[in-house]
T-cell receptor
Framework: DTAVSQTPKYLVTQMGNDKSIKCEQNLGHDTMYWYKQDSKKFLKIMFSYNNKELIINETVPNRFSPKSPDKAHLNLHINSLELGDSAVYFC?????????????FGDGTRLSIL | AQKVTQAQTEISVVEKEDVTLDCVYETRDTTYYLFWYKQPPSGELVFLIRRNSFDEQNEISGRYSWNFQKSTSSFNFTITASQVVDSAVYFCALRSGGAGSYQLTFGKGTKLSVIP
């Protein structure tokens, strides 16, 4: 009965490859997010989707492309991986109509680029 | 623009000591929401507490307590009688209450080490 689940938990790959991270939430929330946590633990928003519509698109290289097939899923595809992409990526969800409610986070995907 | 400052990068305490983690925020909104999250060594982000800008009541939950003061734009977190299991990185976060505002702005986190 995991609320927000991400796969894979670990991703080790070589520079130049293309990879995807999947996220699913079973909380019935209408908004989903991708955050990046760097090596210094700083958490920064990358993207947000509300009802499958992109609403936040921070300054992120266009090698990163989010896709939301439905309200319960938000996947992150990364092309031409670079060393600087190594980080932990967190998916989160919340109910936008209840803005005071916390965002619920997945366990993170640790991406390591060799 | 919103900003959250956690000035303490790392804190070490001996078990059973009390410890306070500071959080100072900046926002122009009159309605906003403050959160604390815990990130233990296992890496997940665990929600601890939420506070609305119009509710300045302090809150206590077991050994945890939170002191929200609008006058100083602070939302500090105190752990009483700390335990080794409290060792983690703690994040303070802010969300605007305005329409169309979705993201959380996080502080840089405070790493707490509780030494047995």
């Amino acid at each position: 009965d995991t609320a927000v689940s991400q796969t894979p938990k670990y991703l080790v790959t070589q520079m130049g490859n293309d990879k995807s991270i999947k996220c699913e939430q079973n909380l019935g929330h209408d908004t989903m997010y991708w955050y990046k946590q760097d090596s210094k633990k700083f958490l920064k928003i990358m993207f947000s989707y509300n009802n499958k519509e992109l609403i936040i698109n921070e300054t992120v290289p266009n090698r990163f492309s989010p896709k939301s097939p439905d309200k319960a899923h938000l996947n992150l595809h990364i092309n031409s991986l670079e060393l600087g992409d190594s980080a932990v990526y967190f998916c989160a969800s919340s109910q936008d109509t209840a803005r005071y409610q916390p965002q619920h986070f997945g366990d993170g995907t640790r991406l390591s680029i060799l | 623009a919103q900003k959250v400052t956690q000035a303490q990068t790392e804190i070490s305490v001996v078990e059973k000591e009390d410890v306070t983690l500071d959080c100072v925020y900046e926002t122009r909104d009159t309605t906003y929401y403050l959160f604390w999250y815990k990130q233990p060594p296992s890496g997940e982000l665990v929600f601890l507490i939420r506070r609305n800008s119009f509710d300045e009541q302090n809150e206590i939950s077991g050994r945890y307590s939170w002191n929200f003061q609008k006058s100083t734009s602070s939302f500090n977190f105190t752990i009483t009688a700390s335990q080794v299991v409290d060792s983690a990185v703690y994040f303070c976060a802010l969300r605007s209450g305005g329409a169309g505002s979705y993201q959380l702005t996080f502080g840089k986190g405070t790493k707490l080490s509780v030494i047995p």
